[in-house]
């Protein structure tokens, strides 16, 4: 968590995240390069933030993850 903090701050992240809701791996791939991160941590921060869910499929989807019934 410390070196996701460091290496990905919030801070910077928001200023760079796509204002568009958007889907796919692009995005996700594009801040891993901004970053200089492998994409795997990129996607696990963004979900953590809350700012990336997936969808069925395993396919990035911009937003917060959907509650799930009971």
């Known amino acids: 968590m410390f070196s996701a ?5 919030k801070e910077g ?7 568009q809701p958007w889907c796919g791996w692009r995005p996700v791939y594009h801040l891993a390069d901004l970053f200089l ?3 795997t941590p990129m996607a696990i921060r963004l979900e953590e933030l809350d700012w990336m ?3 069925d499929d395993g396919t ?9 019934g009971q």
């Open 5 to 9: 903090s460091l290496l990905m701050p």
């Open 13 to 19: 992240l928001l200023k760079v995240l796509p204002k």
């Open 37 to 39: 991160v492998n994409v």
């Open 53 to 55: 869910q997936r969808a």
């Open 60 to 68: 990035p989807v911009s937003g917060p993850s959907r509650v799930r």
